[in-house]
DNA sequence: GCTTGCCTTCGTGTAACACGAAGGCTTTAA
DNA sequence: TTAAAGCCTTCGTGTTACACGAAGGCAAGC
């Protein structure tokens, strides 16, 4: 049995997220003791690992607890929990390949300030880098266009 | 020139979040005009894709507004441009890595459930399984451990 | 001249916590 | 035995990044 800080350890998560989710009702097999503490067994403490990986994957609080509910409604609604993970894993997904893209963005954009900082800056003055230079939206090679005050 | 709609139309942003980034000082060379209308020229585009690109690699506006105001003195700021933009980088990239093991947990669940509807079920008598199953969270072969109502 | 459609500002609502205050229990330490 | 240390509790406000709706302005078309 663990403590809300000893959860929050294991799990990685902060004291008030696990408060938090505990009492939202995302975590079926939480009790309290005679004291009205809240005690995590192995079974709570898998739960929040698997409410962790929901939450950081995009799935809303609300969303997730529908699925535990479902869950606890036993195996009838294993169909609706198969469709629905199905659902979340394919959005996810997609979510990672835009972070990939998004990160391709940001290496060209560190490539080309390590570029400077090392004083082999692409020439500016050659028609042909200025698409990867504009492509990188001008702010390290153009001033902002239009005027300030 | 693009107004409100378009330029959220293009960057694929909803038109409060243009207006929202525009009021916030992250757009540099937006204007208005006679009527007090936005105008978004093509420069003004560019900032809004690559302000999108950091706030989805999970920068925070108020750090993008830092960024945007170190571009706008000029050169002179770009090794601290450059140390920023590399830190933003790798920070992005470790939460890449993370997604990625969410999605592999995430496959290993979709499977699981396809497995069942398939009517494959492994055999929740092998205790050789146990450690697979169990890794699950076990909300698909067991009932929520401790009560409930 | 009136509707349509876009724009404006303003103000409240939302999600998912973070954080601090005020207080209760139990354990250790003098 | 009393006092301080550490946990825990609830409660309540603060934060971020918008979403959404209301109320109204201006320009264009019919």
Redesign the pocket.
């Given at each position: 049995m663990h403590?809300?800080?000893?959860a929050a350890h294991i799990t990685g998560?902060?004291?008030?997220?696990v408060?938090?989710?505990?009492?939202k009702g995302l975590v079926p097999s939480v009790r309290?003791d005679?004291?009205?503490?809240?005690m995590f067994d192995e079974e709570a403490v898998n739960w929040l690992h698997g409410i962790k990986c929901l939450?950081q994957s995009g799935?809303?609080?609300?969303?997730i607890r529908t699925y535990v509910e479902l869950c606890l409604e036993g195996d009838s609604t294993i169909p609706q929990r198969a469709a629905l993970m199905k659902a979340h894993k394919e959005a996810a997904l997609a979510k990672l390949e835009e972070a990939k893209r998004h990160i391709a963005h940001l290496e060209q954009k560190t490539a080309l300030y390590q570029a400077i900082l090392e004083h082999r800056m692409p020439d500016t003055t050659n028609p042909a880098t200025w698409s990867d230079i504009r492509h990188m939206h001008s702010d390290v090679f153009y001033a902002p266009v239009a005027g300030r005050a």
């Open positions: 403590t809300v800080k000893e998560l902060t004291e008030h997220a408060r938090f989710y505990t009492d309290r005679k004291n009205n503490v809240r939450k799935m809303p609080i609300e969303a």
